[in-house]
């Protein structure tokens, strides 16, 4: 099973590697700087906005839905139909409810209109995510991995013509941007849609009722924790627009460090959406999990570390190189802010682990519990410090949580972590510190001092077996065999 997740990690990495890292910083990055802080920040608040309430476009039929087709394909058949109904009931109900709070929230008619376009592209994302729980599920995840980047590789296409065309280069605006967006999601529902559509035979010929109900009180615990979650993670951008006098521009401050921690978000991301369907299939088959565990969330440590650590001592370099006005300030945030990346990434495997394992009251006490934690500190912080406050808030309360969920995966799995296990972590994170402070030593430009501590760490991970490179190479010598 480890050497399944490991080859599909990789092809997943490489898709993702080509197209994502071109959006975040030839296409995003690029808008933020043409249309200004201000008008981004705005945008950034409004697209935090219509995530608040996102969960009812879902309502954990996902990852509900997930984890039923893994453990059994002729799920699929039998939920797809309901499913699709109920789905398009829950996005009438996300578009009046988004919509009758923005209102009462105080927002202008442009506001509102924004929000209207960002609300659709949620709808339609909602639509695309549900379709690759079906793929995913399947175990088709070289698919999937494809689907995964096909809405950013046809807005990347839409974006260039936009911002150097000159029939647009000059008028572009940030509703251009959101539209190719738009654009890009909806083919990319279609061809998600067509890719189940070829694998789906109906069982259930009309939709019941009685399913649908079922469905909906199994899939509701993961509907509250997506909710609470969400809350957690992206009423920060809400709050400083809302509380702060210069709000937009503080928002739109913190947004341009929040789109490198969503960029390396996306990479754990990956990792659970493989995770999913083999820890579901394995703890049903009551195959044993520790090792393909230990495995991912060495590997997903070893990563985050590496890059939370160089993004923090380079933080002031990285942020001039991609902000026409960025100052320290805005690097403060954004060194703080991919620390917080590590907690995160052992949060995508262990939530994942518990999720698969049906623990849903476990992972909602702990997503009640971060989210009180989270509001609360954005309260006192947010005033005080600004963006930063929001920073030094989402790091606490990331940590917190990331070392909850390992308790409560620990003692429900019994996992094998012993102290030689504890040696290499520290040893690692030891020379990733002596390295890093090393490369800055090195008289050469900080481009090269950053790619040579990156290959240092790296090495370092390997010199502590946290990289298996012999097994990697393996794995993919038999994958090339087969």
Not at 298 to 316: D, K, P, Q
Request: charged share 15%; hydrophobic share 55%; aromatic share 14%.
């Amino acid at each position: 099973m480890r050497k399944k997740f490991a080859t599909n990690l990789i092809f997943l990495f490489a898709v993702n590697l080509i197209v994502k890292p071109f959006w975040i910083f030839g296409i995003d990055r690029v808008v933020q700087n043409k249309i200004g802080t201000v008008d981004y920040g705005l945008y950034f608040a409004l697209f935090n906005y219509s995530f608040l309430f996102n969960i009812i476009l879902d309502f954990g039929i996902n990852n509900f839905n997930n984890r039923a087709v893994s453990r059994n394909s002729k799920r699929l058949g039998e939920y797809f139909l309901n499913l699709v109904v109920i789905k398009f009931f829950l996005a009438l109900v996300y578009f009046s409810l988004t919509f009758l709070s923005a209102y009462w929230s105080g927002y202008n008619e442009l506001q509102l209109k924004m929000l209207l376009a960002l609300v659709v592209n949620q709808i339609l994302l909602s639509a695309i995510l549900y379709f690759r729980s079906n793929i995913a599920a399947l175990q088709l995840f070289k698919t999937d991995s494809v689907v995964s980047i096909l809405d950013r590789l046809l807005t990347i296409l839409f974006c260039l013509a936009l911002l150097y065309y000159p029939a647009f280069k000059d008028s572009f605006s940030i509703m251009h941007f959101i539209y190719a967006q738009t654009a890009a999601l909806f083919i990319t529902a279609l061809v998600a849609a067509f890719i189940v559509g070829k694998r789906v035979v109906v069982r259930v010929k009309i939709w019941q009722l009685k399913l649908t109900r079922k469905i909906l009180l199994k899939s509701a615990p993961f509907a509250l924790l997506a909710l609470l979650m969400g809350i957690y993670y992206r009423i920060d951008g809400v709050m400083i627009e809302r509380m702060l006098p210069d709000g937009k521009n503080e928002a739109g401050i913190y947004a341009a460090s929040f789109r490198l921690l969503d960029a390396a978000n996306q990479f754990g991301f990956l990792f659970a959406t493989l995770l999913l369907p083999l820890f579901a299939s394995m703890i049903r088959k009551k195959e044993n999990i520790n090792e393909l565990v230990k495995f991912s969330s060495e590997l997903m440590l070893v990563l985050s570390i590496i890059a939370a650590g160089n993004c923090y001592f380079f933080r002031n370099e990285i942020m001039s190189l991609l902000y026409q006005h960025s100052t320290t300030y805005w690097a403060e945030i954004f060194g703080w802010l991919m620390i917080t990346f590590v907690p995160m990434s052992s949060v995508y495997i262990f939530g994942t682990l518990l999720t698969a394992h049906g623990s849903l009251k476990i992972l909602n006490s702990i997503a009640v519990g971060g989210m009180l934690l989270n509001v609360c500190l954005n309260l006192f912080l947010i005033p005080a410090y600004g963006a930063l406050g929001a920073t030094y808030a989402t790091l606490l309360t990331q940590l917190i949580a990331a070392l909850i969920h390992f308790i409560a995966a620990h003692r429900q799995f019994n996992l094998n972590y012993d102290r030689t296990d504890a040696f290499k972590i520290f040893g690692f994170i030891i020379g990733s510190v002596v390295v890093i402070f090393t490369a800055l030593k090195i008289p050469v430009g900080w481009m090269t001092e950053f790619m040579i501590s990156i290959a240092g760490c790296l090495l370092i991970a390997v010199v502590f077996k946290l990289i298996p490179i012999s097994k990697l190479t393996a794995i993919l010598r038999t994958k090339a065999a087969s």
